[in-house]
């Protein structure tokens, strides 16, 4: 045991606990203290949309147990437990245990924010069906849909984003019926020219999935032992139970009131340290010297870097070149979106076998890409060309 401030951790998602496993590479010393409100089961979250067609349990996801991750880590692991305050100036947090039924303070010496991303709140949808509404951003989550799903057959997916389309190409394979609803036009729109989106959905569709695009739900309902979706277009599905997948915001409520600068995320310069000396972020909650990035490789960047800053080698962090897997098995498909408000047009090369998109400066220069089918085995020629996100 050591008198030393412990380095104290808020959450054990793969921001956390990489940070973690980095940090005791480095420092075997300082003690360690992670908090969690969830129960601190280790696991991959981007394989929570991938593993409904291989009949993944929750329990089958779980790479390891929060007990087993305090003795590989050599720390003390807060499980269920709710950081509701930082008092910056004295370096004390406020906890909530359990069901929130007593509080306890905790003291620290450097504290990081892995804190991540919740989901977007829904448009308005009246009705009285959102019983049947789920939403998948944790573990427990994944928990709750799988068991309502038991013996149900019909599934209405609202959102064609990255994560929706994942589901859509997940839920057909495991044998469910899926219809999809998004506002935009195309699935992926926000990420994908129009000729790589429509490609991801002519494979989708020729799997049977329907697609709706430039609709919303207005209404859900419920309707026999299901639901009824009334759509702005004046159409309505009938399904078994509906999941929302429309994007995720990032949680700085508990930064915002310690004081600590935020934009859309926890403002951190490139050493990932705030507008507090002490208190770092990492993860879905952080924006990086301006970049917000609800990804693993960002996050595993951040997480080496910040483990040598945090054991006396300050470390900035660098951002390459970053494209993203779509797990889209039926149509691989690879993204690397040009930055926000990147200025440049889309270079489009279709064939039946995949879609070549490159986004290109008025100078030529590559500033980011997407490729699907045949074409994504142009991805480590691109990717080694973009230009990377952080000069
Ligand atoms: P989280 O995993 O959300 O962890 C947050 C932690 O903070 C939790 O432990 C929570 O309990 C804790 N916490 C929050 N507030 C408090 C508090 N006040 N007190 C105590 N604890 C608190 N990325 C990719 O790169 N590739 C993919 O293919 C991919 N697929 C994805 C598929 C899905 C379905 C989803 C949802 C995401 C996917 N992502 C993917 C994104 C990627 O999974 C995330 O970027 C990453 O998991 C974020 O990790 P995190 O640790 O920052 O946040």
Known sequence: ASDREPLVIIGTGLAGYNLAREFRKLDQATPLLLVTADDGTAYSKPLLSASLAH??????????????????????????TRVTDIDA??????????????????????LVLATGAGCRPLPAIEGDG?????????????????????????????????IGCEFANDLIQAGF????????????ATLLPEAAGRDIQRTLESHGVRFHGNARVTR??????????????????????????????ANTGLAAAAGLKINRGIVVNRQLQSSDANIFALGDCAEVDGHLLYFVAPLMACARALAKTLSGEPTPVHYGTLPVAVKTTLRPTTVCPPRPGAEGSWHIDSSASGVQAEFRGADGRLLGFALTGSAITARD?????????MD
Not at 136 to 151: E, P
């Open 55 to 80: 009949g993944k349990t929750p329990q089958q996801l779980a790479s390891a147990s929060a007990e087993q991750m305090a003795r590989e880590l050599n720390a003390e692991i807060l499980v269920h």
């Open 89 to 110: 100036e004295a370096k004390n947090l406020t906890l909530a245990v359990g069901n929130g039924s007593h509080s306890a303070g905790l003291r620290y010496g450097k």
């Open 220 to 249: 859900l309902d419920r309707s026999g032992g299901g639901i009824r979706a009334q759509l702005d277009s004046g159409e309505h599905i009938d399904a078994d139970i509906a999941l929302a997948a429309l994007g995720l915001q």
């Open 177 to 188: 019926e899926v219809e999809m609803v998004d506002p935009l036009d195309w699935p992926l």
């Open 381 to 389: 020629t691109l990717t080694a060309e973009c230009t990377p996100l």
């Open 130 to 162: 959102h019983a049947r509404l789920f939403r998948i951003n944790s573990l427990g989550d994944y928990h709750r849909f799988r068991t309502a799903m038991v013996g149900r057959k019909r599934v209405l997916l609202l959102g064609a984003g990255l």
